[in-house]
């Protein structure tokens, strides 16, 4: 289940993208290939882009985890509200394990896909 318009699917081929995921999981188990993106056409507040879109993160980390990294890498000020999105725009709980999400929402190149949004949290 992807995201619509992801800039890295884009820019990789699909046997590419099939390739470096498998590479990660073999070299890397117990984590979860991950690319983060920015949500496009979101009419909320604009957040930076990140440095660096794909993660190699621990099955075990949760969404919050996951979150907390995104919001420390953009250095978000405390007033600004970030939503992860999985799939066709779904918001997964914080507390569920990223095994969980990628298993549910896994593409079929074997990255779990997320986009960013944002809202300030006072108007």
């Known amino acids: 289940m992807g995201i619509p318009n992801s800039k890295y699917k884009e820019q990789t081929s699909f046997s590419d993208r099939i390739q470096e995921s498998n590479r990660i999981k073999s070299k890397h188990p117990g984590r979860v290939p991950v690319v983060v993106e920015r949500y496009q ?27 907390s990294m995104v919001r420390e890498q953009m250095e978000l000020r405390s007033d600004q509200q970030m939503f992860l999105f999985c799939g066709r725009s779904e918001i997964p709980p914080t507390a569920v394990p990223l095994s969980h999400i990628y298993s549910r929402y896994k593409d079929e190149d074997g990255f779990l896909y997320i986009q960013y949004a944002g809202e300030s949290a006072f108007g």
Do not use: V
């Open 41 to 67: 056409g979101w009419s909320g507040e604009q957040l930076p882009e990140l440095k660096r879109s794909k993660f190699i993160i621990k099955e075990c980390f949760t969404m919050g985890h996951l979150m």
